[in-house]
């Protein structure tokens, strides 16, 4: 079983809607949570990090966490088709230094 | 602030060649990573240092070796180099913010080919 696992995609959406990009993890000590936006053929951008439960809102990008049920997600208000790239889930254990990747959820927005 | 910078961008070698990729960051970060990025894999870590003077094998270290030279310089070098190891490789480096967990930045990138 994956440790952290996305729906790859693609994912499309209109301009203008919202995109909600989801991640479930399966180890429950694990206590914080990224989402990294990757452009074709560049590097991961860290965008979002979320530690206890609830939302976190920056700009057009919220981050929720549940922990108890052991999903992060990632909504994108307002889609533009710059938005358009892939979304890297990771999650990090207490105490380590080491993240897990998801292998990622393709966005499309569509203009 | 350049942030985190690897050296080559691209290079291609043939199997059994050996080379070494260089990483370098100007963030005062501690902790330092390499990782490979596959298609449908997802990236996955090699090896890392958690402080100047330390390293630790990831998930797939086999066939890498890592030289943390200092604080700022994480280098990987593949003695032998397969096919397999055709890849995208990324260094990261972290520092713990407090409050925020570690947060990791990455470099460029290099793109690997081995035939």
């Known amino acids: 079983q994956k440790e952290v696992e996305q729906n790859s995609g693609p994912l499309s959406v209109p301009e203008g809607a919202i995109a909600s990009l989801n991640c479930t993890y399966s180890d429950r000590v694990s206590q914080s949570f990224f989402w990294y936006r990757q452009y074709s053929g560049k590097s991961p951008e860290l965008i979002m990090s979320?530690?206890?439960?609830g939302d976190k809102e920056d700009g057009r990008f919220t981050a929720q966490l549940n922990k108890a049920s052991q999903y992060v997600s990632l909504l994108i208000r307002d889609s533009q088709p710059s938005d358009s790239a892939t979304y890297l889930c990771a999650v990090g254990t207490s105490g380590t230094y080491k993240y897990i990747f998801g292998t990622g959820t393709r966005l499309k927005v569509l203009a | 602030n350049a942030g985190v910078t690897q050296t080559p961008k691209f290079q291609v070698l043939k199997t059994g060649q050996s080379m070494t990729l260089q990483c370098a960051q100007d963030?005062?970060?501690?902790?330092m990573y390499w990782y490979r990025q596959d298609p449908g894999m997802g990236l996955r870590l090699i090896y890392y240092?958690?402080?100047?003077?330390?390293?630790d094998k990831g998930e797939v270290p086999n066939g890498y070796n890592v030289s943390r030279l200092n604080k700022r310089e994480f280098s990987l070098r593949l003695e032998s180099a397969a096919p397999s190891q055709t890849s995208v490789y990324f260094c990261a480096s972290s520092a713990l913010l407090v409050g925020r967990g570690y947060e990791q930045y990455f470099g460029p990138g290099t793109r690997l080919t081995v035939t």
């Open positions: 240092s958690a402080s100047e003077g330390t390293t």
């Open positions: 963030m005062n970060h501690n902790s």
């Open positions: 979320i530690y206890s439960n």
